[in-house]
């Protein structure tokens, strides 16, 4: 498809088990985001990817986060011994280029809601 | 740190009326400011943006102007139409490349 494809649309698991959310960005775009989306708590940024340059992991609330982009196209975050807290849509976004805070238009996914039981 | 502030909803207007929602920000330097909108079932979109102070962005008869001076950015548009229902968010740019900080979002509703 043309768009931001994330997969699956819906996850529930259980506290304490691990889960990985995939995310296919825009074919030929160069930057890709992870960004949460909590009720009553609004956007989160995640983490950022841009080209082979070292990510900007400044979002992750924590050590159980993780993310990496395989050949700079598909990323998978995981998100180990998952918490109820962790309940949330994760969306991702991604550029032609890097630079979503400098202006550069994001194309987001329609998320992943993950719900924690 | 950066932050937004957006006017709390939900926004309820008949159709034809005039829409202002209400965006403010705290940012370090010369942020870029955006606005985007989730429509219902979609993914987030860019509705507008503005890069510099003064600037005035517009798309589908939004428009929203960088006051620097005021630190806001207020989305308005002149005729609601039923299809501008969608949740709209104000975000701003810093000095990260890769990261928008989001406001909470204003979830508007327009009827016939």
């Known amino acids: 498809g043309a768009g931001v494809s994330q997969s699956p649309s819906n996850k529930v698991t259980e506290k304490g088990k691990d889960v990985e959310l995939r995310c296919d960005p825009i074919?030929?775009?160069?930057?890709l985001y992870w960004y949460r989306q909590s009720l009553g708590q609004g956007l989160e940024f995640l983490i950022y990817?841009?080209?082979?340059?070292?990510?900007?992991k400044s979002g992750l609330p924590s050590d159980r986060f993780s993310a990496e982009r395989t050949g700079g196209s598909v990323s998978t975050l995981t998100i180990q011994r998952t918490q109820q807290e962790d309940s949330a849509v994760y969306l991702c976004a991604s550029s032609v280029t890097g630079g979503a805070g400098k202006g550069t238009e994001a194309f987001f996914g329609q998320g992943t809601r993950l719900t924690v039981v | 740190g950066d932050s937004v502030t957006q006017m709390e909803g939900p926004v309820t207007l008949s159709e034809e009326a005039f829409l202002t929602i209400n965006c403010t920000y705290t940012a370090t330097g010369y942020p870029s400011l955006f606005w985007y909108v989730q429509y219902p079932g979609e993914g987030l979109q860019l509705l507008l943006k503005?890069?510099?102070?003064?600037d005035k962005g517009s798309n589908k008869g939004f428009e929203a102007t960088y006051r620097k001076e005021t630190t806001s950015f207020h989305l308005e548009k002149g005729s609601v139409q039923v299809s501008d229902s969608a949740v709209y968010f104000c975000a701003l740019g810093g000095t990260s490349y890769g990261k928008l900080t989001f406001g909470q979002g204003t979830i508007l509703t327009v009827h016939p």
């Open positions: 074919s030929g775009h160069t930057a």
């Open positions: 990817f841009q080209g082979n340059s070292a990510p900007d």
């Open positions: 503005a890069t510099k102070a003064d």
